[in-house]
Each structure stands twice: as structure tokens, then as C-alpha cells.
């Protein structure tokens, strides 16, 4: 409703309020996460790669992570998630923050682990086999993925023969930067189409998507590091605007207890 004001030579501001309400520009926001502490440790080389949560302390601050989100001036209203059950369980608790139940989880597959031998490759060969979105859902009850949703950039079957920027075995960190973080961020922005968003990522991933985000014109003159587990980043812009302004950068001031502080942070070797 727009109200209707009379000035002193008789005539309406109606029409001008109205292009001001229409007019003003919506703000869209990227969230990134990186998840809580979970049940096993990863360990570079050694694994385990695809674990849970921390049933008690990863759960306490995935939930604190969530209600962060959820008291945000502009909270996402989609969120994308890895296929590794650390984000898929952090997701889970985001939406729930959000309101959301069914179909609010989009497993993206260009936001899976860096798929690099360090963190994919157990010391027996054995290689990261990420879940399906119908075993998320069917075998460990994620029923709040979207079925229906499919990746914007799946994983190359076949390495030697893989779209631009899809996610391969095996990937550089030049890679990872230049190719696949870049075009799985665009894919992502152009289907969300304008609204506020969360990505619930790996440490490598996000950082060389807020790296594309912040265009700084060096790595030398970024403003990322290092990003501790719980962290969270915020980039917004105006509608029509092309740039992308970093807000916050894996902030920690929600977790509980020493965890605030910033605790067992990673980074690319770049950002290090």
C-alpha cells in the first residue's frame, strides 16, 4: 500500500513514494560455512575423509552456527550444500533455523571436498566415495534435500575428459582457483537467481570462491586466511551491481566456548 500525502499547491507525492518503494535495491548476501568439529578428525593423507559430526560439540555448534544465520538482516533463503555428511548434518540444522524442512538442501557436487590425494586418498588407495542424494536421504534420513535438484557441476566421470571447471580426480590448486571454484560460484549465483544464499562448503573450495567474490587484484592484497572450523563469511551486493563487498571473513564470534576464538583453522597453501 502506498499512502497518499496533499503539499501546499494541492498536488500528490503518491507517485513519488511509489518509486521509491520500487526502486529500492535489493541487497543479495552469500553466506559461506565451514562446518563444526567432527566425530573422527580428518588427518591430510590419512582420513577418515567423510565423517560425521561430533555428536555432542559438532551438533552444539552446528546449532550455533544456524542461529546465527537465522538472526542475519538478510537471511539466505536457499541453501547449497557439499555431499559430505559433515555439511549435509550442518545444512540440516540451517534450514531447520531458517523454518525450512523439505526440499531446502541443494547438494551441489562442484562444493564437494578438494579433490586432491592429501584429503581423498586413505594410505591403503582407498578413495573418497562420496554419497548419493537417494542415500543421504534414504540411509541416513537427510529427508530435507531436494530430490529434484540436480548439480550444476557433478564430478567428471571421466577426468581426462571433464567439462570445464566440473570437479575431477585428480585437482590442482591452480585448478581449483582458476577453473572449477569460479564456475561452480556462477552457476550457483545465476540459479539462485538474485536471492541471499548459503554454501556450506570445505575450507579449499570456499576459499577459492571468496577469492573469485573479493576480484582483489593480487593474492598479496586479499584480505582471506586462514579459516577455523565454525567460520563464517558474508559477501553482499546491491541488485545490478556487478562487485561484491566482503563483510565479514570467517568469523567466529557465535561458536561456544574456546571455539570463538577461532580454533583449527586451514588454508590453501596461497592463502596461508
Not at 120 to 130: A, C, F, Y
Not at 256 to 271: D, Q
Request: glycine content about 6%; overall charge negative.
Amino acid at each position: 500500500r502506498f499512502w497518499k500525502w496533499k503539499i501546499r499547491d494541492g498536488s500528490s507525492v503518491e507517485l513519488a513514494m511509489r518509486h521509491f518503494f520500487t526502486t529500492m535495491a535489493k541487497k543479495q548476501c552469500v553466506y559461506f560455512v565451514r562446518y563444526g568439529l567432527t566425530k573422527y578428525p580428518l588427518v591430510e593423507y590419512k582420513g577418515p575423509y567423510d565423517s560425521p559430526l561430533d555428536p555432542i560439540h559438532g551438533h552444539e555448534q552446528g546449532v550455533a552456527i544456524a542461529r546465527r544465520l537465522a538472526s542475519m538482516p538478510d537471511p539466505p533463503e536457499v541453501v547449497y550444500s557439499s555431499n559430505l555428511h559433515r555439511a549435509v548434518g550442518t545444512s540440516q540444522m540451517i534450514v531447520h533455523a531458517l523454518g525450512k524442512k523439505e526440499k531446502s538442501i541443494m547438494i551441489e557436487e562442484g562444493l564437494v571436498e578438494w579433490l586432491t590425494p592429501s584429503l581423498t586418498v586413505e594410505p591403503d588407495g582407498t578413495r573418497l566415495n562420496p554419497r548419493t542424494v537417494d542415500q543421504l536421504v534414504d540411509d541416513l534420513t537427510f529427508t530435507e534435500i531436494d530430490r529434484d535438484y540436480e548439480s550444476l557441476n557433478p564430478i567428471a566421470a571421466d577426468a581426462e575428459n571433464a567439462p570445464f571447471g566440473a570437479p575431477k580426480w585428480f585437482e590442482s590448486e591452480e585448478y581449483l582457483l582458476n577453473e572449477r571454484c569460479p564456475e561452480t560460484m556462477r552457476r550457483i549465483l545465476d540459479h539462485a537467481d538474485g536471492k541471499s544464499l548459503c554454501i556450506v562448503s570445505h575450507v579449499p573450495c570456499a576459499q577459492a570462491m571468496c577469492l573469485w567474490l573479493e576480484g582483489a587484484p593480487s593474492l598479496e592484497e586479499s584480505k582471506l586466511g586462514p579459516w577455523p572450523l565454525g567460520g563464517v563469511t558474508m559477501f553482499s551486493r546491491e541488485e545490478g551491481d556487478e562487485g561484491w563487498t566482503l563483510e565479514m571473513y570467517a568469523d567466529c564470534s557465535h561458536m561456544p566456548g574456546e571455539y570463538k576464538n577461532g580454533l583449527k583453522a586451514w588454508s590453501l597453501s596461497c592463502l596461508s
